[in-house]
């Protein structure tokens, strides 16, 4: 599937401390997104990104903050996590076309806030 | 904003039965996309099509745009089919994208 790498994997981390996921793809897309998956709330938008240091709020950002300095790296920063920010985190990717472009998965990150 | 309600939200079938799964939307959307989540948690793209049929060996799916709605067909269902299906609308600009809830499917032997 297409080249996108998330990191960490798996992070456990106390509530007040800074966190941030890294989402790196390899295939020159334009369109990046992170979202977060909870138990009765499918997937939901955090932040997207629409080229370098084009970032716009999702329906869930509150609390989050992104930034895109490369096209092919999109961070995601929780200033002070909190325990409501445990969640498994996904990153994704489309790319720029006639009309809508389908979106690509990375593999998700799990983190936990205790 | 726009709303989509999969159904239904449970389906246990036996390996060799068939399935229908249901995407409703509440408004107007650009595209449309469906997910498998597998039990390790990947979400691996399965169709996108924003009207018409498409089939993909035993899955097809079809979307009615103008009646709001698509379908996802699973024939001969395996076990490795088990896991939670998702569709997600992309609307407005910025490919929006709004997911429903997931239809979790088991398929036992």
């Known amino acids: 599937d297409a080249g996108i790498t998330q990191s960490p994997r798996h992070k456990v981390t106390e509530t007040g401390t800074p966190v941030t996921l890294r989402c790196h793809q390899t295939?020159?897309?334009?369109?990046m997104y992170w979202y977060r998956q909870d138990p009765g709330h499918g997937l939901r938008l955090i932040h997207y990104s629409y080229g370098v240091k084009d970032t716009d709020k999702g329906e869930v950002s509150d609390g989050y903050s992104v930034s895109r300095s490369k096209t092919e790296d999109f961070l995601l920063t929780l200033e002070s996590a909190t325990s409501s920010q445990t969640s498994v985190y996904f990153c994704?990717?489309?790319?720029?076309?006639?009309?809508?472009?389908?979106?690509?998965f990375g593999d998700g990150t799990r983190l936990s806030i205790l | 904003g726009i709303q989509v309600e999969q159904s239904p939200p449970d389906l246990i079938l036996q390996e060799g039965a068939n399935s229908t799964l249901r995407c409703n939307f509440s408004?107007?959307?650009?595209?449309l996309q469906w997910f498998h989540q597998n039990p390790w948690g990947q979400l691996i793209n399965l169709f996108y099509i924003p009207s018409g049929t498409k089939q993909n060996g035993r899955l097809s799916a079809t979307t009615v745009a103008t009646e709001r709605y698509s379908l996802l067909y699973i024939s001969s269902s395996q076990t490795t089919d088990s896991g939670v299906y998702f569709c997600a609308v992309f609307s407005g600009g910025y490919q929006k994208v709004t997911f429903g809830t997931g239809t979790k499917l088991q398929v036992i032997p």
């Open positions: 408004d107007s959307v650009n595209n």
């Open positions: 994704a990717i489309s790319g720029q076309g006639e009309g809508n472009q389908p979106q690509h």
């Open positions: 295939e020159n897309h334009r369109y």
